[in-house]
């Protein structure tokens, strides 16, 4: 079956077409992050008008590159949240009105539950090295880590759609410090490609940077002393005029903190589990020393990391989710409301 993905909870537009959860057949994308640079993260009035006017082009992109119309397409599945409201409502209203116009079931879709299958996507194989076989291949039990610009949670899959939340982080998301520490280093938005591209060319021990609660009990995270400590050190060694050797150092030191408190959380989390099986995903999954250290770090563990293509928010991972939600806790009304701090847990309200 083909369902049509829908995503709109921050600051993309996307559309995708998926066949049976896995193969991708189009993943149109359109990133506003140009629009909210100037201001230095996104400003969610804005991003909401431009979802408005980005829908239609990106749907129609997403149905050419696939070469398929509506007819052909089995379901529609929408992020219903977490996310921006008035950004949510957009993909909503607009995969209500599809369902509608063309009577397909509408699938309705938790945005970082999406994440958590990315790694299922374009491949034959799934992401344990399994062939896709029958309806169902077996992708669960395995212990995820989704860190993007709006969440870092560490989550036991135990089953299809059996969420466990083990730990989460206590203030900002690791893609929210990496986008704050690139700001106070004269870096531009969004930080986490340019703060990557600047940490393969630093020194990562140049500056010792805290590894916030990483010894400490529990699977919690936190982000928000590191980039107290990124401003201390522009403030006091760069004396406010970072210089381009002072930035690669300190996007290197900046990187290796995170590095070290994700996986070695990510690592203690997997053994308490007793699993054998780690994903990797969201937009700070497509970190290259991230992708590199965890394959270094974990090692006898199997790792899924998507393409970076599916790491960053995407409808194709909403696409493949749906094809779940559609078999095992079926199709929503037309009533479907955004809910902007949907659970992921409680599987039943996603409805
Ligand atoms: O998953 P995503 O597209 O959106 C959310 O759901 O938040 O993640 C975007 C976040 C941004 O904070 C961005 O800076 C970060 O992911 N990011 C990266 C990289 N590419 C994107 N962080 C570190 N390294 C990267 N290469
Ligand atoms: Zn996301």
């Known amino acids: 079956m083909l369902v049509l993905g829908i995503e709109t909870s921050c600051d993309e537009t996307a559309f995708a077409v998926v066949e049976d959860g896995r193969r991708v057949l189009s993943n149109a994308v359109a990133s506003q992050a140009d629009v909210h640079a100037r201001f230095g993260g996104v400003v969610p009035e804005i991003a909401s008008r431009a979802h408005l ?18 007819g052909d397409v089995g379901a529609i599945a929408v992020t219903r949240g977490p996310g921006l409201a008035g950004c949510l409502l957009t993909g909503v209203e607009y ?16 945005h970082v539950a999406g994440h958590l299958v990315s790694t299922e996507l374009g491949r034959e194989m799934n992401a344990w090295g399994e062939p896709v ?10 212990m995820a880590l989704a860190a993007s610009g709006g969440h870092t949670s560490l989550v036991h899959v135990r089953g299809p759609l059996e969420y466990e939340i083990i730990g989460q982080t206590l203030d900002d998301a690791a893609g929210e410090a990496y986008d704050k520490a690139a700001k106070l280093l004269g870096l531009g938005y969004p930080g986490g490609p ?25 699977s919690n995270f936190s982000f928000s002393g590191l980039k107290t400590a990124v401003s201390l050190l522009v403030r006091d060694v760069a004396r406010g005029e970072p210089t381009p050797e002072f930035q690669r150092d300190a996007a290197a030191s900046f990187q290796a903190a995170v590095i070290d408190v994700l996986l070695a959380k990510a690592a203690r989390a997997i053994e308490e589990a007793g699993t054998g099986r780690f994903a990797l995903v969201g937009g700070v999954a497509s970190n290259r020393g991230l992708r590199a250290a965890a394959a270094e770090r974990l090692a006898g563990i199997e790792i899924g990391i998507p393409p970076t293509e599916f790491c960053t928010d995407n409808a194709a991972m909403i ?8 078999g095992t806790v079926g199709p929503s009304t037309l009533g479907l409301n955004a809910a902007p ?11």
């Open 133 to 142: 076989a029958g309806d169902r291949a077996p992708w669960v039990p395995y």
């Open 341 to 351: 701090s949907l659970s992921m847990e409680d599987v039943d309200r996603w409805k």
């Open 53 to 70: 006017e980005e829908l239609t082009p990106t749907y129609r992109r997403a149905l050419a590159d696939a070469g398929v119309t509506m």
């Open 319 to 326: 696409a493949a989710l749906g094809w779940h939600v559609i």
């Open 95 to 110: 995969a209500k009105g599809l369902a509608l116009r063309f009577a397909k079931p509408l699938a309705s879709v938790h």
């Open 194 to 218: 340019v703060m990557d591209r600047l940490a393969a060319q630093g020194d990562p021990g140049a500056y010792d940077l805290p590894r916030p609660v990483m010894g400490k009990a529990g």
